[in-house]
């Protein structure tokens, strides 16, 4: 696939094997990190397990691989519910969001999650679930622009991350590239 002239392939394996790597693909899942933002957002777990799972993601992998993080997908959706239910509601979607494609990796948007669908989709069970796009205006306008501003930001996309230590319940970090520094 690498050697069709003309072409820009990104390789996304759907799982979360670090050898897939070695094999060719740029991407993989981020399922241990999805796992570290719904202890600590439902089940009082400290911040510093989310910190190790995305540790733990980013240990011995390639230079310039990535993991790609979500707050819904698929799997989940379909299974555990929207990032409104399984965040408790629209601040606490939002806030898992930022956590998930500010602190490292790719993020993914699934289905309607950008104006907080509130319906499961029923990916497996087939069916045709309609999408209001007109429905919270506002969380359209903050991921426009959590995304438009990852976009602008090296140091988000690949800069380093420092985790400021502090409080068991807050997390604050720094990601830097160069002479730009996000806090």
Known sequence: LRNIPNRDIIMFAEAEDKNLFSAGFNLTFGWRFYTGVK??????????ALVSAHTEEYNNIPAGAQILRWTSNHDNNATDGTPLDIFKGKQGSMAAFVLSSYMGGVPLLYNGQEVGC???????????????????????????RLLKFRKSSDAIRNGSLEVLNGSPDVLAFIRSSGPEKIY
Do not use: C, H, R
């Open 118 to 144: 509130p319906q499961q989709l029923s990916f497996f069970k087939g069916g045709n679930t309609k999408i209001d796009w007109s429905i919270n205006p506002d969380m359209k306008a903050e991921y426009k």
């Open 39 to 48: 202890e600590v957002m439902n089940n009082n777990q400290p911040v510093s």
